[in-house]
């Protein structure tokens, strides 16, 4: 079972087929059972401009840090969906808390 343990948001750039549009990202970390954790990063973006730069459900969150981090919607993109497209992410390569804080310093404990 996850429990929620920080949460923070961010700057960053949504990139496609080598085109960016600047984003802003929200960051929840949650643990396991067994103390590990999980970080998960949603953003929003325009659908117009998802539609625009060919997306086909994956795309890349770079932070101002320059890590890029996987992000992803499930389903057909068209123009009758929203025009806000929630795209989310996960990272689960790091053990701790402690790691987590230092690779993510935009969460807030």
Not at 3 to 12: I, L, R
Not at 21 to 38: M, N
Request: glycine share 10%; proline share 3%; with cysteine.
């Amino acid at each position: 079972m996850l429990t929620f343990a920080a949460e923070g948001s961010g700057q960053g750039k949504l990139e496609i087929n080598g085109h960016s549009e600047p984003v802003s990202y929200e960051l929840i970390v949650a643990r396991e059972e067994d103390e590990s954790s999980q970080v998960r990063i949603r953003l929003n973006a325009p659908r117009d401009w998802l539609l625009k730069q060919g997306f086909t459900g994956d795309a890349v969150l770079v932070r101002s840090n320059g890590s890029r981090i996987a992000v992803r919607r499930d389903g057909v993109l068209d123009a009758h969906c929203s025009v806000c497209v929630t795209l989310e992410g996960y990272d689960d390569t790091l053990s701790d808390l402690g790691e987590v804080s230092e690779a993510y310093p935009e969460l807030k404990h």
